[in-house]
């Protein structure tokens, strides 16, 4: 029981560390890199994706922090 | 010695360290420095164990796989520090984010388990994000001893110097800090998962050097963009009060 509880509380922290306050950016993220994947596998230079992607899905972020008082 | 790696994993982990010094120096301050000391030695223990623990879980992996798993969470958790540095420095300036925690101060007279509890609780907390960065560094990049060795020196020096001279340590502005290494850690993030995708850089691994210096120049930027939107914010929402005291 102690085992699962530390588990648990391991695993919660993990996720809230990763992801934070704001999933959004963790998902956009994930669809930039596996777009990235795809087009790389069509052969097509895709080096350029995943920073634009790292920026705008920060920018976004920022802005809805803004709007609710950050 | 990779030298890129002990250099982020120093840095990244004297954020932490910081944090753990802070919470250490409080409880012994406040409370009890033997407890401190116990629950402090008693968190690095945690750290110690959780470093070879994920060390060795990763071993088995192939250096594609890790690089694209550590680059995604690398830049999960980096964009957070980024974020928070950029919204909390383009709000209070570049110099916040110093000061000690506070602790109760309910000493009793035997060893004081509830000191040495919070001290544990903070170091083992403040290790565990250590964990994951060294590990994450260490492992995609190959080179774990690098980044356990810039762990360990941010832990003995950042620590040593906390605990002597914790009134200097704590001036060190963590949030502009927080700025300088998330755009580091989104910086080796983008890098390794492009290099887990077999995405083909500019320049190879001189990648990592302009992909630095666009997100800092991003942040830089953002900074700005950021200010410039807080007064527009204020001012709609003070407009839809008064439309709503007028409505009333």
């Not at chain 2, 250490?24 to 629950?39: C, F, H, K, L, P």
């Amino acid at each position: 029981m102690v085992v699962w509880r530390w588990t648990k509380a391991v695993v919660l922290f993990l996720v809230d560390y990763i992801i934070g306050d704001d999933w959004t950016v963790a998902a956009l993220i994930a669809l930039g890199l596996l777009f990235t994947w795809r087009l790389v596998e069509a052969g097509v230079a895709a080096w350029w994706l995943l920073p634009l992607v790292v920026l705008a899905a920060n920018i976004q972020s920022l802005r809805r922090a803004v709007r609710n008082g950050g | 010695m990779n030298w890129g790696v002990f250099v982020s994993t120093f840095l990244a982990a004297s954020i932490e360290v910081i944090e753990m010094v802070g919470i250490v120096v409080a409880v012994g301050v406040t409370r009890s420095w033997r407890a401190a000391r116990v629950g402090a030695a008693g968190g690095l223990v945690v750290l110690a164990v959780t470093i070879i623990g994920l060390g060795a879980a990763l071993q088995s992996l192939s250096l594609e796989t890790l690089r694209l798993v550590v680059g995604a969470l690398l830049l999960a958790f980096g964009s957070q520090w980024y974020r928070k540095g950029i919204l909390i420095v383009s709000r209070d300036g570049w110099a916040t984010g110093h000061g000690a925690e506070g602790v109760d101060d309910d000493v009793p007279t035997g060893f004081d388990w509830t000191g040495a509890f919070l001290s544990f609780k903070g170091v083992s907390l403040e290790g565990l994000e250590i964990a994951v960065i060294v590990v994450a560094f260490g492992a995609a990049a190959d080179a774990l001893g690098s980044a356990i060795v810039g762990a360990g020196v941010s832990l003995v020096v950042i620590g040593a110097l906390g605990v002597a001279t914790y009134r200097y340590v704590a001036a060190i502005p963590r949030r502009a800090l927080q700025l300088f290494v998330g755009a580091m850690l989104i910086t080796f993030g983008t890098f390794w998962a492009g290099e887990g995708l077999r995405v083909e850089w500019p320049g190879g691994d001189i990648a990592l050097v302009w992909l630095g210096a666009l997100y800092v120049v991003a942040a830089l930027l953002l900074m700005r963009i950021v200010s410039g939107w807080r007064p527009g914010v204020a001012a709609a929402k003070q407009g839809s009060l008064a439309s709503s005291a007028g409505a009333a």
